[in-house]
């Protein structure tokens, strides 16, 4: 497999103006702050994901494709033995320094440099040293935050690059797309791979069929006048700091055990839901039925998973649970797995619609997707009133299928609609949700929260 492409950053002059303007601007607040300029800007990109949500981590492949917005790092050694980070934003982001064995990740109250550090981190492990290079690095990032679409798993694969770049180590895509899924679990986040595989593999022009363990891609060719169209409910959720998302994991994998001792499966050989659907060699549908007759839809009670399992608390805390999911007494099993399967049945149907002549390829997305939006907001609960709403004014204004993406919980929806329609749906979608009653945008502009985007490329590395 390939290795993160090095650009000239001259290049861009043709390629890609705004990005070397924007670059420029970073070259010169780095030298007001470090001194000297930088010898590298390495840049990662983030994601929308078109379909397979909240199902990564259960072994499911997902859909997503690269971003224009991104992270991006200029870096430059230092002989101080120093992690020195500054970043463009400062009024929202500190600076931070430390020595280069002293780099602390505090999953209890995770701050910017932690996700750096995860990177940083997860890249010296996999070379086997200790310490890295002195390091001077300034961050700049255009993804939205704490809104579904990877600004963490950017600034994740970004530090992981220029770690690598700042000590003379090549590591291939892939290879950094592992070594990023799980360094980024670092942070507290039990996440399952999706973001840092999209930032490393994209290819502009396509999105992706990413399967995992190990991690690999399908080229995914979305139809011809079709146009993914991103709005931001504006309403942020920071995933680390709270326990949503593992709180959702740990759901899957007390199903998945459940569901095994169920239908004589050994449970230690099971991990996650694909595991288990591979072990009874069953359809999508099959495992429906088998949650809609196994699973109660009422929460179920700790004591209650306990006794059904045979195991101790502290054994079910060991296989299932993390540290901000150990106290949690209660679990909500059959709509997870009824979404998860359903979820992951619907990811195969996109990509086959994509590879397909039927004839009304958009339609059948957009209905996929739609769907794919009840379940997450139904089954899953990880959408929010605002993203409900949006999801809704997308479709009234033209949008033939509309989802969150993402983890949820607030963020970003995906809309897709026909090229001709585009205009009049962002001109709806602008006044009947950003301007009406619309959120806050604290200083924002409208293009930040409601835009077209296309299958971007991948992480590289810019040298003077
Ligand atoms: P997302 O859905 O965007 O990945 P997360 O809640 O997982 O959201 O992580 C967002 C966190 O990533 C932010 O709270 C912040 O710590 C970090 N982050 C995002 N963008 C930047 C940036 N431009 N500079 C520094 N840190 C950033
Ligand atoms: P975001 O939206 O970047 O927080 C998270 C997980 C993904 C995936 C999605 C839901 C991380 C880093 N990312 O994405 O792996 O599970 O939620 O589909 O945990």
């Keep these: 497999m390939a290795d993160p492409p090095v650009y000239k950053i001259d290049s861009l002059l043709e390629t890609n103006e705004r990005q070397h303007a924007r ?18 800007i390495a840049r990662a990109p983030g994601r929308v994901n078109l379909i397979g949500e909240h199902i990564d981590y259960c072994g499911y492949s997902v859909l997503p494709m690269a971003i224009e917005q991104d992270i991006c790092a ?3 050694r230092n002989d101080s033995q120093k992690i020195r980070l500054t970043n463009l934003d400062s009024d929202q982001y500190c600076d931070y320094e430390t020595g280069v064995s002293d780099v602390k990740i505090d999953r209890n109250n995770p701050q910017w440099y932690h996700y750096f550090f995860c990177g940083y981190r997860g890249v010296l492990e996999h070379l086997d040293l200790d310490k890295s290079q002195g390091m001077d690095i300034l961050v700049h990032g255009t993804v939205p935050k704490n809104a579904g679409l990877s600004s963490s798993s950017a600034l994740v694969c970004v530090s992981g690059l220029a770690t690598a770049h700042v000590n ?14 799980k360094c980024e679990r670092y942070i507290g986040t039990q996440g399952g791979g999706m973001d840092q595989s999209i930032s490393f593999l994209a290819e502009a022009g ?21 146009v993914f169209v991103i709005s931001n409910c504006c309403v942020e959720l920071n995933k680390a700091a709270t326990s949503h998302f593992n709180q959702r994991v740990a759901e899957c994998k007390i ?7 169920q239908n004589g499966v050994d449970g230690g050989a099971v991990k996650r839901f694909y595991d288990l659907q591979s072990a009874l060699d069953a359809s999508y549908d099959k495992m429906l039925e088998l949650v809609a007759s196994g699973l109660h839809p009422e929460p179920y009670k700790r004591s209650e998973i306990l006794q059904i399992l045979g195991l101790s608390d502290d054994e079910l805390v060991a296989s299932c649970l993390s540290q901000n999911t ?5 679990f909500q099993l ?12 619907r990811v195969v149907e996109f990509k086959k619609t994509c590879d397909s002549d039927v004839a009304d390829k958009i339609g059948t997305l957009g209905t996929l997707m739609s769907a794919s939006h009840v379940s997450c907001s139904k089954m899953y609960e990880c959408s929010c009133a605002e993203l409900d709403r949006l999801t809704e004014i997308c479709r009234d204004a033209g949008a033939l299928g509309s989802r969150l993406t993402g983890a949820g919980w607030g963020g970003c929806a995906v809309s897709v609609v026909p090229a001709e329609r585009l205009k009049g749906f962002l001109e709806t979608v602008s006044s009947k949700y950003f301007e009406s009653s619309g959120p806050k945008l604290d200083g924002r502009k409208l293009e930040e929260v409601l835009f077209a985007t296309k299958p971007g490329s991948g992480a590289s590395v ?3």
Excluded: W
């Excluded at 003379?168 to 899924?181: F, Q």
């Design 23 to 40: 670059f420029m601007r970073m070259v010169a607040a780095f030298k007001t702050k470090f001194g000297s300029e930088p010898e590298f």
């Design 74 to 76: 200029a870096v430059r």
């Design 168 to 181: 003379g180590k090549t590591i291939s895509k892939l290879t950094m797309a592992e070594i990023c899924a």
């Design 206 to 226: 396509s999105a992706k069929l990413i399967s995992f363990n190990p991690i690999r891609t399908e080229e995914v060719n979305l139809p011809e006048g079709s």
């Design 255 to 261: 199903a998945t055990q459940v569901l095994a001792k």
């Design 326 to 330: 150990r106290d949690t007494q209660t």
């Design 334 to 345: 059959r709509q997870r797995a009824e979404h998860v399967f359903s979820e992951a049945g």
């Design 462 to 464: 810019y040298r003077f």
